[in-house]
C-alpha cells in the first residue's frame, strides 16, 4: 500500500503543476491581449541587420513593446520598413526619435525610442494605418554599415605598409641608422673641440655686448655734445645769416638799380688802362734818368746823351 501510495501523491502533484503552468499561461495570454497597443511604422534608409521579429522596443533604455514585422519599402528595396507595437499609455510624440541599438553582445539588435517634447503632439498609432517615423542612423550602424569600407581600407593599409618595408628600404633604414651613430660617435669624439668652440662664442659674444655699450655711450655722448654745443653754433649762424640778409637785399637792390652806372664805370676802367701804360713808361724814363744824373751829373747836363727810353715790353 504504501509504494502505491507515493505514486498517487508524485501523480498528484504533477497534475497541479500542469494546472498551474495552464493557468499562467492563460492569465498571460488574457493579460496580453487585454493590453492595449499603439502601432508605429519605423523605416530605414540603411541596412537593419541584427534585427528581427519579436525583438524588444525601448523607450529611453526602457522596454514598451516589440517588433511585429519586418518588409521592405515597395517604392525602393534600398529601404526598410519595420511595424512595432508599443504600449498605448507610451506617448510618442512627432518629435521622437528612433533608431537602433545593440541589444546583446551576439549583435542582436533593438528599436528605440528618444526624444519627444512635451509640447509636441502625440502620434495616434493604428494597426491599420500606422504613423511611418524617419529613423536616424546609429553610431554602431554607421560602424556595421562601414566595416567593409574600413577593411578595405585597413588591408589597403597594411599592402602599402608591407611595400614600404621591403628588403630594399629597410637596407636604406639600417645604412642611415649607422649613419646617424656614426655622426653621433663623431660629435661625441669633438666634443671638447665643440665645448671649446661654445666657449669663443660665448667670449665673442661678451666682447659684442661690450661693444654696443661703448658705442651707445658714444651715442649718448654725441647726443649730448650736439645738444649742448653744436646746437647753439648752429642757432647762432642762423641768427647771422638772418641778420645779413636784409643787408644782401639792399645791397642787391643798389647794384639792380644802378647797372647802368656800374657798366660804365667799368668802361672807364678799361679806357685807364693804355694811360696807365703811359705814365709806367714815363716813371722808369724818369728813374733811368735820375740815376743817370747821380752817377755823372755833368755828362748827364752838358754831354749825355740820349735818354734811354723804356719799353714796358
Same mark, same amino acid.
Given at each position: 500500500?504504501?509504494? /502505491? &501510495?507515493?505514486?498517487?501523491?508524485?501523480?498528484?502533484f504533477t497534475l497541479l503543476a500542469v494546472t498551474a503552468a495552464l493557468l499562467f499561461a492563460l492569465w498571460l495570454g488574457k493579460s496580453?491581449?487585454?493590453q492595449e497597443w499603439s502601432y508605429y511604422q519605423i523605416g530605414f534608409d540603411h541596412p537593419v541587420g541584427g534585427l528581427s521579429k519579436g525583438n524588444a522596443v525601448l523607450y529611453s533604455g526602457v522596454?514598451?513593446?516589440?517588433?511585429?514585422?519586418?518588409?521592405?519599402?515597395?517604392?525602393?528595396?534600398?529601404?526598410?520598413?519595420?511595424l512595432v507595437r508599443v504600449r498605448s499609455d507610451i506617448p510618442v510624440r512627432e518629435n521622437t526619435r528612433a533608431e537602433l541599438v545593440l541589444?546583446?553582445?551576439?549583435?542582436?539588435?533593438?528599436?528605440?525610442?528618444?526624444?519627444?517634447?512635451?509640447d509636441s503632439p502625440v502620434l495616434e498609432g493604428g494597426r491599420e494605418n500606422p504613423p511611418l517615423i524617419s529613423a536616424e542612423p546609429s553610431a554602431f550602424s554607421n560602424l556595421l554599415n562601414n566595416g567593409e569600407a574600413m577593411l578595405s581600407k585597413a588591408e589597403r593599409l597594411l599592402t602599402s605598409m608591407n611595400?614600404?618595408?621591403?628588403?630594399?628600404?629597410?637596407?636604406?633604414? &639600417?645604412?642611415?641608422?649607422?649613419?646617424?651613430?656614426?655622426?653621433?660617435?663623431?660629435?661625441?669624439?669633438?666634443?671638447?673641440?665643440?665645448?671649446?668652440?661654445?666657449?669663443?662664442?660665448? &667670449?665673442?659674444?661678451?666682447?659684442?655686448e661690450e661693444a654696443a655699450? /661703448?658705442?651707445? &655711450?658714444?651715442?649718448?655722448?654725441?647726443?649730448?655734445?650736439?645738444?649742448?654745443?653744436?646746437?647753439?653754433?648752429?642757432?647762432?649762424?642762423? /641768427?647771422?645769416?638772418?641778420?645779413?640778409?636784409?643787408?644782401?637785399?639792399?645791397?642787391?637792390?643798389?647794384?639792380?638799380?644802378?647797372?647802368?652806372?656800374l657798366d660804365s664805370g667799368l668802361?672807364?676802367?678799361?679806357e685807364l688802362t693804355p694811360a696807365?701804360?703811359?705814365?709806367?713808361?714815363?716813371?722808369?724814363?724818369?728813374?733811368?734818368?735820375?740815376?743817370?744824373l747821380e752817377q755823372d751829373p755833368r755828362g748827364t747836363i752838358w754831354g749825355g746823351g740820349r735818354i734811354q727810353e723804356y719799353s714796358n715790353d
Open positions: 500500500m504504501e509504494p /502505491k &501510495a507515493h505514486h498517487v501523491i508524485i501523480g498528484l496580453s491581449a487585454d522596454p514598451v513593446g516589440d517588433v511585429l514585422e519586418l518588409t521592405l519599402a515597395p517604392d525602393n528595396p534600398a529601404h526598410v520598413r519595420v541589444a546583446n553582445i551576439t549583435g542582436s539588435m533593438s528599436v528605440q525610442f528618444t526624444g519627444g517634447s512635451p611595400q614600404l618595408l621591403n628588403e630594399e628600404n629597410l637596407g636604406n633604414v &639600417a645604412t642611415i641608422l649607422d649613419n646617424t651613430r656614426l655622426a653621433t660617435e663623431s660629435l661625441l669624439a669633438s666634443r671638447d673641440d665643440m665645448m671649446a668652440l661654445m666657449e669663443q662664442f660665448d &667670449a665673442a659674444a661678451i666682447r659684442a655699450v /661703448k658705442v651707445s &655711450a658714444t651715442s649718448d655722448h654725441a647726443r649730448v655734445v650736439l645738444g649742448e654745443q653744436i646746437t647753439p653754433v648752429l642757432e647762432s649762424m642762423d /641768427k647771422a645769416i638772418s641778420t645779413l640778409q636784409p643787408t644782401l637785399d639792399r645791397l642787391n637792390r643798389v647794384t639792380g638799380n644802378n647797372e647802368g652806372a668802361q672807364g676802367l678799361g696807365l701804360r703811359e705814365l709806367r713808361s714815363t716813371l722808369r724814363n724818369l728813374n733811368s734818368f735820375t740815376r743817370r
